[in-house]
């Protein structure tokens, strides 16, 4: 298997993906938050393949030309798109599937990261909050936050990669994962635990990873698990392809994507018009979730 792979979507625009090799890493955390614990053992038994980077504004526009981020403009067409819901992601992935078949692997498909495929990816062999160490200080040279992105999400492959190569893992736009929300997840895992996911009907609240360009560091931490409805779409919503072997373990509605997104996307608008608490919702922090 390469250990890197490029997918040519419409217009030319690339998409690079890194080969992620099976082994064993210990998720969750000792002493941050009680649905970080406890620390277990997952083994990750299969390869897989992981973007490069969060998609970036210029790819999702080859899959949803009209797609409205927050951020916009050739300026912004290398930084990761944003105000992406969990549905549309998924639905990117099914276009991709279709669109980049030739050049996907026989084999694999194109979905979310499992939460446990998306912190092993993270982490790359470390134990600390972030690839490149503990702190604040750590956290600047692997990841954009409230402390450096200056009100913004940046362009991708600016900073210091991770031993698999993965960019951008953390802050910059928080990441979609496949899995749905369970608080309790851990508790109910023993050590060892092989390829770890919690599915459920695609209207549950989902998981997302990896904090963003607006929010504190600790919030960027390896480890650090947050959630949302599926069909939420904020600012710095943003999400990564994997390529996985098999067929794709969760899949978006049976609505046609054009015709979801086109839903979503006049009840993100009625949404954002009337709501002035989710425009500030980075601000305040996540009151109410981030106490242990």
């Known amino acids: 298997m390469d250990p890197q792979l490029s997918i040519t979507l419409p217009n030319n625009v690339e998409m690079t993906f890194q080969l992620i090799p099976p082994g064993e890493f210990w ?24 973007g490069t980077f969060p998609v970036t504004q210029r790819q999702f526009a080859t899959f949803r030309p009209d797609h409205e981020n927050h951020f916009s403009g050739e300026k912004f067409a290398d930084h990761p798109a944003g105000q992406v819901d969990w549905h549309e992601a998924l639905e990117f992935c099914q276009w991709l599937n279709e669109n980049g078949r030739d050049e996907i ?8 990261p499992s939460e446990a495929q998306w912190e092993y990816g ?38 210091q990669p991770n031993a698999f190569g993965l960019y951008d893992m953390h802050g910059n736009v928080w990441e979609w994962c496949r899995d749905a929300w369970d608080a309790h997840a851990y508790k109910r895992r023993s050590d060892g635990v092989c390829d770890p996911e919690v599915t459920s009907d695609a209207d549950t609240d989902r998981v997302f990873r990896g904090g963003g360009w607006c929010i504190s560091s600790g919030f960027c931490r390896a480890a650090y698990r947050y959630w949302g409805r599926p069909d939420n779409r904020v600012r710095y919503h943003g999400f990564r392809v994997c390529l996985v072997s098999g067929p794709c373990p969760v899949s978006p509605a049976a ?18 018009a009337g709501s002035a608490r989710e425009n500030n919702l980075s601000e305040v922090r996540f009151p109410n979730r981030d106490t242990k």
């Open 255 to 272: 609505e046609p994507a054009s015709e979801a997104g086109a839903r979503r996307d006049a009840a993100a608008k009625a949404e954002r």
């Open 122 to 159: 993270c982490r790359a062999g470390t134990d600390t909050e972030y690839y490149t160490g503990d702190g604040a200080a750590a956290l600047a040279t692997a990841g954009w936050y409230d402390g450096n992105s200056e009100g913004s999400t940046q362009r991708v492959g600016e900073l």
């Open 27 to 50: 998720m969750g955390s000792r002493g941050y938050r009680k649905d970080e614990e406890p620390l277990h053992l997952v083994h990750i038994t299969q390869p897989f393949y992981m």
């Open 105 to 112: 692997p026989a084999g694999f498909t194109p979905t979310l």
